[in-house]
């Protein structure tokens, strides 16, 4: 772990924190809940296709997500002492009960049921002063990873397919995701500044303007093409999903569970890009939107050849000029970002001997937790996340864009 990312130098769980994971698991919810009354349109109009589609989505990227924490609740529970205290804090990750939280995995309830364990927690601790922060902060810390996980699993896809019912939803809820995701990440870089609201709306805009232009593109090719859009993601998702098995990630703590997040990330790259591998990533980023950007232009003009000209009369010419405009400006609006909005580094913060840098999660030492109000002379490291946070964030010091 780098040495930036010790243990005395993480923030406290805030009321931010708190409204940051109740307003996601709200979107969360409601993104399901327009799940399954779409579905239920579908099938009450007799579209079983579209029905059926819909369905094995949401079933997919629920099982991914499942499979994703059951691995992190294994890993979690070889940290020593780490059993005793989830239970003395509540049971927020169900403390020995590992049956029962394998059957809520097994009813895909389990990415639910850390949901509202990380909002009781949070309450617990934000309202009532109790102890469990850095518990609450770690819970969280995963709850944003599983979320974008499952945003880009479900949400993404979904928006291909049924961009003119869920448009404006899981466009929000995706852009929501990825802004929550990053204010998690820089929790572990205390030399850095915080992220702060005026910050973290133009990270949601230039996020929006780049997703939504790539997930419009998709729908418009599947609309004249509908048979061609799994073909176009077989051909795009193998290299993406070799380019993150070429750049080594260190994720997870089982060789099982590091190739599922590969696969996993080239499901991700495939809408929207994120660093995960060491390194400066500017050039990584550059040869990325370039590389979407052509590709969304080749979908673009594949639905302007097949389109029907009378029906896309009134739009079909203000959605081809649109579309690569919003995109452009997004591209923009993130140099002006990390130019004028991009919190800024800070001196380098005082310093305590931590743990190894090469310890995974389940040789990593357990350190007690502290009372809300009292100094944080210890903190509760979130392994996953910190490991990607130095890679999300990499290139020393330097200001050049890290995503």
Known sequence: IPVHMERRTFSRYSWIDFA???????????????????AREFYCRGELFWFGVLVSLMVLSSVVVQVFSWFWFRYDRELPGFGEQAAGTGGVLFGDRVKLFRLLHVLQLGFLCRHISAIRQGFRV??????GSEYA?????????????????????????????????????IAWMVVDYHRSLR??????????????????????????????????????????????????????????WRQRTHFMDSAGGERLYRATVGLIWYFSWFNVAEGRTLGRSLIYHSFISVDVAVLLAT????????????????????????YLLGLLLKALYY??????????????????????????SFRAFTVQ???????????????????????????????
């Open 187 to 244: 929790a572990f870089l205390p030399d850095k500044a915080k992220q702060r609201w005026g910050s973290s709306l133009v990270y949601f805009l230039w996020n929006l303007l780049l997703i939504g232009p790539r997930v419009a593109a998709l729908a418009l090719f599947s609309s004249v093409l509908p048979g061609f859009i799994a073909l176009h993601f077989l051909l795009l998702w193998p290299p993406l999903a070799l380019w993150a």
């Open 303 to 326: 639905w302007w050849r097949y389109r029907d000209p009378v029906q896309t009369a009134a739009y079909g010419l203000a959605l081809l000029v649109a579309l690569p405009l919003t």
């Open 339 to 364: 130019c004028c909005f991009h919190p800024r580094l800070l001196g380098p913060p005082d310093r305590e001997p931590g743990p190894p840098a090469d310890l995974p999660d389940s040789d990593a």
């Open 20 to 38: 940051f994971s109740v307003v996601g698991v709200c979107t969360f919810l409601f993104d399901w809940g327009s799940d399954l009354w779409l």
């Open 137 to 173: 902060v770690y819970l969280t810390h995963d709850l944003s990873m599983l979320r974008l996980i499952e945003t880009f699993c479900e949400s993404a896809p979904q928006l291909v397919l049924m961009i003119y019912v869920m448009l404006t939803a899981s466009t929000t809820s």
């Open 373 to 403: 109000d009292e100094a944080p002379d210890s903190r509760l490291l979130n392994q996953r996340m910190a490991r990607h946070a130095a890679h999300f964030y990499s290139g020393g010091r330097a200001e050049a864009p890290p995503s």
């Open 126 to 131: 934000w309202w009532r002063k109790e102890e």
